[in-house]
């Protein structure tokens, strides 16, 4: 049973850091793919970031690209997402996900496995 778990989350002032985890358990194949998504008060979920997990290749959301940036650190099975010059609009609660293959795909429902969630806030 593949199991992930999300820490990092926090408050922070708008322009600063945070850097998101999501520890991956049970996974038995490098034939997958990680995402972030977020989701704010009353808004659906929405796609952040994703990148594929044997060759690395990252793709985001226009709203983060040149702010965020997603990794993988093979070695500690462990998924993570950068987060700089934050903006109040990031307030959400952020979410990893797991996907069976190496395609990126931006739609929630292409994910088969979630973590809890983990809350971030971006005071102004």
């Known amino acids: 049973q593949v199991q992930l778990v999300e820490s990092g989350g926090g408050s922070v002032q708008a322009g600063g850091s945070l850097r998101l985890?999501?520890?991956?358990?049970?996974?038995?194949?490098?034939?997958?793919?990680?995402?972030?998504?977020?989701?704010?008060p009353g808004k659906e979920r929405e796609?952040?970031?994703?990148?594929?997990?044997?060759?690395?290749?990252?793709y985001y959301a226009d709203s983060v690209k040149g702010r965020f940036t997603i990794s993988r650190d093979n070695a500690k099975n462990t998924m993570?997402?950068?987060?700089?010059?934050?903006?109040p609009e990031d307030t959400a609660v952020y979410y990893c996900a797991q996907r069976v293959?190496?395609?990126?795909?931006?739609?929630?429902?292409?994910?088969?496995?979630?973590?809890?969630?983990?809350?971030?806030t971006v005071s102004s």
């Open 21 to 40: 985890s999501c520890a991956t358990s049970g996974r038995t194949s490098s034939n997958v793919a990680m995402g972030w998504f977020r989701q704010a």
């Open 47 to 58: 796609f952040v970031a994703t990148i594929s997990w044997s060759a690395g290749m990252p």
């Open 80 to 87: 993570y997402l950068q987060m700089d010059s934050l903006k």
């Open 101 to 120: 293959g190496s395609h990126l795909r931006i739609r929630s429902s292409d994910f088969a496995y979630w973590g809890q969630g983990t809350q971030v």
